[in-house]
């Protein structure tokens, strides 16, 4: 009866009951998901301290042994290991270092660029985006032969003939200064029209009007683009600038395929030395204690990154 | 005077034309830029396995064929080496799963959590928000040493990803947005959360729907940290976990790989390009919720 009561105000009993009944179809419905997340996300982490604390061998038939500290001792101290995780660490930085800015600055160019009101706009975004769709480790694939080292190698080819025989032959990949350098290259190249496609949202999202008063006040474009366009997309930008900075961190595929974290370990990264410690070296306690030291470090990013970012935003 | 105004916006209009032609040039020269590696890979999937590698005559279409396409699948006709379909199986059913599966639990689970009020709701939003920023890398070790003993199964690949703190979060934010008015008439009409959320939610965000079906998408088809560590026998093994193997081991035949790669893309290719539009404004959404 009660039912049919247009608006009708809650009774704090009524609310209650409304409270009873929701309660099991909520948890019903969130259940299946927030098993799995426990199952599949929240255990395994766990683990993984639980296991970075041990001695833990895939290939020993003896039952893990108590280890401490031990594993992240040897990790970041010992002389005799330390070496390649710092390696690995600074790689990360310096991906994350080149790869943030100049892949948000140029899918920022991009999408200033594709939002301006000529024919053809949208031909141009589905080139730049296709990259996308692929998977890296294909994109891997393909790039490996795009830096192949002799002059028949498609970017040597290109180089020569570019400067007229100047530039080149590099052996790109197979040598400790530019190894690094390409792997990032490539990954921009995958990346940015997802930025760019983010970012053009965000312009799309600045009215109109603010610029036909700034035009009116005769601002020139790069004036407009200064005081409008940037604040404007402030959210939009931070957004990915947090989300590039951690897949920086979570580099993986492109160096499993095209590098194997050599020469020299210039391409190891954090997340390669996790999985060839697990995997070749069957030594779970060890990668488990770098997935927990990678996972610290990717956290202390985000906060100070969101910090850093939120002062920005209540200063402007 | 209107002759100098006449003459400002002829030189204003001068300098847009100008202006216009400038944008297009770098248009299609980063055009050029963008398509270049993946016409590289196509015009080699047709070409002789000598010719892919050799400068920038690897771009001209010189002795096209369906060799390598049919040397490729010949290549893999045996359970010792896996079957192409044995790697396309894997994969569509991997992505499938975690799709599908993914949009049913994933979507419920925001649903509660953005609309039903709760005991523990507020502590379970708290953790999901949480588990967003925790990469699978961080867990892909100790999952690894958990679940060793069903390598080389379907569900292994497909089971850690169907639940996704990220997904759970794009559908709560959809949620939270939708106006109240619109599930209030069900529930006065006596519809339960269950009634509510298929007939009233599910049919208002489709654009949410969309975002999420893409994202989990593309991540499943490109899965890879994961079966590098669960997957050895050549028969599971999805597409990139093949490629990356097929490239590794001599004799090298480019034409072959390139062919391999054509294949694993085109269909997500064609989706891309038949719906593009759509495809891209929903990825883009996904920024706009941060």
Redesign the interface.
């Known amino acids: 009866m009660s039912?049919?009561?247009p608006a009708?105000l809650l009774s704090p009993r009524k609310a209650a009951r409304?409270?009873r009944?929701?309660?099991l179809?909520?948890?019903t419905?969130?259940a299946?998901?927030?098993?799995?997340?426990l199952a599949?996300?929240?255990?395994?982490?766990g683990?993984?301290v639980w296991?970075s604390l041990h001695n833990?061998r895939?290939d020993s038939p003896t039952p893990p042994g108590w280890f401490g500290v031990e594993q992240y001792r040897r990790i970041l101290f010992d002389p005799n290991f330390r070496g390649e995780f710092y390696r690995g660490l600074l790689n990360n930085l310096v991906f994350a270092a080149v790869v943030v800015p100049v892949q948000t600055a140029l899918a920022l160019a991009?999408a200033v660029?594709l939002n301006?009101p000529?024919r053809?706009m949208?031909f141009?975004?589905?080139?730049?985006?296709?990259?996308?769709?692929?998977?890296?480790?294909?994109?891997?694939?393909?790039?490996?032969?795009?830096y192949?080292r002799d002059?028949?190698?498609?970017l040597?080819?290109?180089l020569?003939?570019a400067s007229f025989g100047l530039l080149g032959p590099y052996d790109w990949l197979g040598n400790e200064s530019t190894a690094l350098l390409s792997i990032i290259i490539m990954s921009i190249?995958q990346g940015v029209?997802?930025q760019m496609?983010?970012?053009?949202?965000?312009l799309q999202?600045i009215p109109g009007d603010l610029y036909e008063a700034a035009a009116l006040d005769r601002a020139g474009r790069w004036r407009q683009f200064v005081h409008i366009t940037l604040p404007g997309l402030r959210?939009?930008l931070?957004?990915?600038v947090?989300?590039t900075t951690?897949l920086s961190?979570?580099l993986?595929?492109q160096v499993?395929?095209m590098t194997q974290g050599g020469p020299q370990e210039a391409t190891t990264t954090v997340?390669y030395q996790?999985?060839t410690t697990?995997?070749d070296a069957n030594n779970?306690g060890r990668?488990?204690a770098?997935?927990?030291l990678?996972?610290v470090i990717?956290?202390v990013v985000?906060l100070v990154q969101r910090r850093l970012l939120r002062e920005e935003r209540e200063v402007a | 005077m209107s002759a100098t105004v006449h003459r400002r916006t002829h030189r204003r209009r001068a300098q847009g034309r100008a202006g216009?032609a400038g944008?297009?040039l770098?248009?299609t020269v980063?055009?050029v830029?963008?398509?270049a590696?993946?016409a590289?890979?196509v015009i080699?999937s047709f070409k002789p396995a000598g010719e892919?590698?050799?400068?920038?005559s690897?771009f001209l279409p010189r002795d096209l064929s369906l060799g390598n396409y049919t040397g490729m699948l010949d290549r893999f006709d045996s359970p010792a080496t896996g079957r192409f379909s044995d790697f396309y199986l894997t994969s569509l059913i991997v992505a499938g799963v975690v799709v599908l599966g993914g949009l049913?639990?994933?979507s419920?689970?925001a649903?509660?959590?953005a609309r039903?009020?709760?005991?523990?709701?507020d502590a379970?939003l708290m953790?999901?928000v949480l588990?967003v920023?925790?990469?699978f890398?961080?867990?892909?070790?100790?999952?690894?040493?958990?679940l060793?003993d069903h390598r080389n199964t379907y569900y292994v690949q497909f089971?850690?990803?169907?639940?996704s703190?990220f997904s759970?979060y794009l559908f709560y934010s959809f949620f939270a947005g939708l106006p109240k008015e619109m599930e209030e008439a069900a529930r006065?009409?006596?519809a339960?959360?269950?009634r509510t959320?298929f007939l009233i939610i599910v049919p208002n965000s489709k654009p949410v729907f969309a975002t999420v079906t893409i994202l989990s998408f593309?991540t499943a088809?490109?899965s890879?940290?994961w079966p590098?560590?669960m997957v050895d026998q050549p028969q599971r093994r999805p597409?990139?976990?093949e490629?990356?193997v097929f490239?590794g081991q001599p004799p090298y035949d480019?034409g072959q790989?390139?062919a391999f790669?054509v294949l694993?893309?085109l269909p997500?290719?064609l989706v891309?390009?038949l719906f593009?539009?759509w495809f891209?404004?929903s990825?883009?959404?996904?920024?706009?919720k941060?």
């Not at chain 1, 141009?124 to 998977?135: A, D, K, L, N």
């Not at chain 2, 890398?137 to 958990?146: G, K, S």
């Not at chain 2, 990825?283 to 706009?288: E, I, K, N």
């Open positions: 039912t049919s009561d009708p409304g409270l009944r929701d309660t179809p909520a948890m419905m969130a299946p998901a927030a098993l799995g997340l599949f996300v929240v255990v395994p982490f683990l993984a296991l833990v895939l991009l660029l301006r000529l053809g949208a141009f975004r589905t080139f730049f985006f296709m990259p996308v769709v692929f998977p890296m480790a294909l994109v891997a694939v393909v790039w490996k032969l795009i192949a002059d028949l190698g498609m040597n080819a290109f020569d003939t190249w029209g997802l496609v983010i970012i053009l949202a965000g999202g959210n939009t931070i957004f990915v947090m989300v951690i961190f979570r993986f595929d499993y395929v997340m996790a999985v697990a995997f779970v990668a488990s770098i997935t927990v990678f996972f990717v956290l985000t | 216009r944008a297009y770098l248009l980063l055009t830029v963008f398509v590696p993946i590289y890979m080699g892919v590698i050799d400068g920038l690897g049913v639990v994933n419920m689970a649903y509660a959590l039903l009020r709760w005991r523990g709701r379970v953790i999901v588990l920023i925790l990469p890398e961080a867990i892909a070790v100790p999952l690894f040493y958990l060793n089971l850690p990803f169907v639940a703190a759970i006065v009409d006596g339960g959360p269950w959320f593309l088809w490109g890879f940290l590098v560590m597409l990139p976990l490629i990356a490239q480019w790989i390139f790669g694993m893309v997500v290719l891309f390009l593009q539009r891209v404004q990825v883009a959404s996904s920024g706009l941060g």
